[in-house]
């Protein structure tokens, strides 16, 4: 019999979806029925998703300053409240858990209006928009990189990291295995949804600056937007290399654990899973992230000696060809940041959620929780 439904809320993009995911997994196996709430651009991500249903509410983003498009937003947004207060009546969930995004304002504005236990995760170092709305209504707030002092809402803020999901855990248990000279080196590339288009025009140049003898050994797997996907696969064939082009991997997880190197965008997600694995990285924060969460979030697994950070306007093809034609000849120092980053790695932080979210939905305050797990 289960012990009651937790409807989770989460924008629809991977940063977010992701630790829904992971959160879910973990409840569901605590005896809890699970309902995700989202937006259409989720689809991809939620077929593995563990939940009894999926439902969609309707909401908007408001970033216009347009009288007109701020009014149809906020209807927009007042009809996802009223949609979301239906739903949350029908299901009764214990709890409302949102994970950012603005599909997750109609889905926990009802649940607070109505008195139900609601609660945050926020995955970046920096709190987004849609969670700083929402901050002063939930009960608590669960941190990927938020600290539990010095803000305005560290009084609620748990440091419980971000929870990665099962692949990721899995793939952890592999070690990482330095490439040596003259063997084949794996390189993984990808931006998330908005920003591999840099990586697109980018790499394939850097990739042709190299020697025949590095460029040989290369075995590239890269994530491409659709639009880029000709042009990128022209030049793969023009250099003769061994590579994987897609927009999206199902099977990212084994692709990060084979990598000898990562070069990619440093979203939370993108952030935390890299640590739990322990690979090193060269981090690009995408520069135009509204709150510039994504430069914090890298200055984190900087900070530990896991990563390499370098913003977008001094990394050019030439850096990039040096930096691979260096480190592939320098398997120890490869070696000494994957150690780094695995230190770094949180991969207890779903077990750590899934506590947070049974105390605040049995009715317990932060400080409490806090208190049972000194």
């Known amino acids: 019999m289960s012990k009651g439904i937790v409807l989770l809320a989460a924008g629809g993009t991977g940063g977010h979806v992701f630790p ?31 939940a009894e249903e999926i439902h969609v509410v309707p909401s908007a983003t408001i970033g ?10 906020l209807w927009t947004l007042w009809s996802g409240m ?3 207060k239906k739903l949350i009546q029908r299901l009764k969930p214990v709890i409302v858990v949102g994970f950012g995004g603005y599909p997750t304002v109609p889905p926990l504005l009802a649940a607070t ?3 139900i236990a609601s609660m945050l995760h926020e995955q970046n170092a920096v709190m987004g928009r849609a969670n700083k709305a929402l ?5 608590a707030i669960a941190g990927g990189f938020l600290q539990e002092s010095g803000d305005v809402f560290s009084d609620k803020t748990v440091a419980t990291g971000n929870p990665v999901r099962p692949a990721i855990l899995a793939a952890a248990e592999q070690p990482y295995h330095p490439s040596h000279p003259g063997e084949p080196f794996n390189l993984v590339v990808f931006g998330g949804s908005q920003g591999a288009q840099y990586f697109s025009k980018a790499m394939p140049t850097a990739i042709s600056l190299l020697d025949d003898e590095l460029r040989a050994r290369l075995r590239v797997t890269q994530q491409v937007r659709p639009e880029d996907m000709e042009m990128v696969r022209g030049c793969v064939a023009q250099l003769q290399m061994g590579a994987d082009i897609a927009p999206f991997f199902n099977d990212m997880a084994e692709r990060l654990a084979k990598a000898h190197l990562v070069i990619c965008r440093s979203g939370a997600s993108t952030v935390s899973e890299i640590s739990v694995i322990g690979r090193p ?5 995408y520069p135009h992230a509204l709150d510039h969460d994504q430069a914090a979030n890298a200055a984190a697994l900087a900070a530990t000696g896991g990563a390499k ?4 306007s001094e990394l050019s093809p030439e850096r990039i060809a040096s930096i691979l034609s260096h480190v592939m000849n320098d398997p120890e120092k490869l070696s000494h940041m994957a150690a780094a980053a695995k230190l770094a790695g949180k991969p207890d932080a779903a077990n750590l959620l899934a506590d947070m979210v049974e105390a605040i ?14």
């Open 20 to 50: 829904a995911e992971a959160l879910a997994f973990k409840l569901k196996e605590r005896g809890y029925s699970v309902h995700l709430v989202t937006d259409s651009r989720a689809e991809r991500f939620a077929g593995k998703f563990p």
């Open 64 to 73: 216009s300053k347009n009288p007109v498009a701020v009014a149809r937003s």
């Open 82 to 84: 009223r949609a979301a």
């Open 113 to 115: 209006r109505l008195g």
């Open 135 to 139: 901050a002063p209504r939930v009960k």
């Open 281 to 285: 990285a060269v981090l690009v924060p």
């Open 309 to 312: 950070v370098i913003v977008q």
């Open 361 to 374: 939905a049995a009715g317990k305050t932060v400080s409490e929780f806090k208190r049972t797990r000194a």
